[in-house]
């Protein structure tokens, strides 16, 4: 049974924002929507419940356990609350707008998750990111993480590095080795370890082929700075030719975007198959020192409107606005505060109408002097006038 006390307290996972970083978030909000809008990338704001069938579908069928589950009393149908916004704007790109050509959407809204996606995770994220339908080529994945890490940057981020990955190469070389499910899931167990011994002594065990079989021991070896595994990666498309196009993606990808942000080290890692089931082929993450959980992150989802009845290229990225807030630079502006007195006087009005349409914050206190501020509002000669402190 709760006590008065316990009703005090929040669940595990979930936070409020007082004030100052309520304002501090909220500026950065507006400051981070302002440049996705520069960019081009027009808001939606899609619905925080809706029916499980649509959220469920497509990408949105990793989410199952994260999903907070109700009856609608009007259908008796399941409905949910949205735990992540792709599957919400791929439909809106298929059903709702269903643009012709390339389509760009941004959003910023809380998504509700059931089960933290980490230790470090939000229950209650406050989801900022920006998606592109329509477009597949290497120009579309440079401008999303273009646009991911110059947002990055206007948040006040500092020491990001940005990792590579592309799940396309792994669904190559599992397709070429016939791999049933069992095995993909025995790889996948020893890529998240990452450990280079445990996976070449799989390969020599599971893969008959010889040439296939160093193909997938290279994989743990293909970790780390982009210009320095340019001969394994030449390895693997010699060993297995139909990886080559998405080594070469990946490559250009890499090189293109090094060029724009010569300042962000840029890392590859084929081991990485986060989001395998919905992924098509380029993965992304952005880290900073300090914090375990990738700052922001990304990646390719083609096809995802399939479900929706209107299959296209897609490609985005989010990122948690109260993290970016919490670890990011970003100066807050501060407003000059004034304090007026609390009277029934026409003048003294209007003088705090001017002023707060000018930007300026105007608190009322009935004992003025209490309470600290940059200025006061003192009737002086038969006039109001601001009085600085």
């Not at 929040?10 to 950065?28: F, K, N, S, Y």
């Not at 599957?87 to 790109?93: G, K, S």
């Not at 003294?348 to 608190?363: C, F, N, Y």
Request: glycine share 8%; net charge negative.
């Amino acid at each position: 049974m709760m006590t008065s006390a316990d009703r005090w307290l929040l669940p595990d996972g979930i936070e409020e924002v007082l004030p100052p970083q309520a304002r501090r978030t909220e500026q950065l909000r507006r400051r981070l929507l302002d440049l996705l809008d520069n960019w081009g990338y027009d808001l939606v704001v899609p619905p925080a419940l809706e029916y499980l069938d649509s959220l469920l579908t497509g990408v949105g069928k990793e989410l199952d356990l994260r999903t907070f589950k109700v009856t609608d009393q009007l259908s008796g149908r399941m409905m949910g609350l949205s735990a992540d916004t792709t599957p919400q704007v791929a439909r809106i790109d298929a059903h709702s707008l269903a643009p012709e050509g390339t389509a760009r959407f941004s959003y910023c809204r809380t998504v509700f998750h059931a089960k933290a996606g980490s230790l470090l995770a939000s229950r209650t994220p406050t989801q900022i990111g920006a998606e592109m339908y329509g477009e597949a080529g290497v120009g579309a994945d440079v401008e999303i993480i273009s646009l991911m890490l110059s947002m990055l940057e206007s948040a006040g981020m500092e020491q990001v590095h940005l990792d590579l990955g592309n799940v396309g190469v792994f669904r190559v070389l599992a397709s070429k080795a016939g791999l049933s499910d069992s095995q993909q899931n025995q790889l996948f167990d020893l890529l998240k370890l990452k450990c280079e011994s445990d996976i070449v002594d799989w390969a020599a065990r599971e893969i008959r082929d010889p040439g296939l079989a160093e193909a997938f021991s290279l994989l743990p070896r293909l970790q780390g700075a982009a210009d320095g595994l340019a001969e394994r990666i030449a390895r693997l498309a010699e060993l297995v030719p139909e990886s080559k196009a998405e080594l070469d993606h990946i490559q250009q990808v890499a090189a293109r975007v090094a060029a724009r942000y010569p300042q962000t080290p840029l890392y590859f890692d084929l081991t990485e198959l986060r989001g395998y089931n919905y992924h098509t082929g380029l993965l992304f993450a952005a880290y900073i020192p300090g914090y375990g959980d990738a700052i922001a992150q990304g990646g390719r989802y083609d096809e995802t409107g399939a479900v929706f009845g209107r299959a296209r290229p897609a490609t985005g990225f989010s990122a948690d606005l109260k993290v970016l807030s919490r670890f990011g630079g970003f100066k807050t502006e501060e407003k000059l505060t004034v304090v007026a007195p609390d009277a029934d006087d026409a003048a003294l009005w209007a003088q705090i109408t001017a002023l707060r349409a000018a930007g300026k914050r105007v608190l009322i206190a009935a004992q003025q002097d209490a309470v600290a501020a940059d200025g006061y509002l003192k009737k002086q000669d038969g006039q109001w006038q601001l009085v600085e402190a």
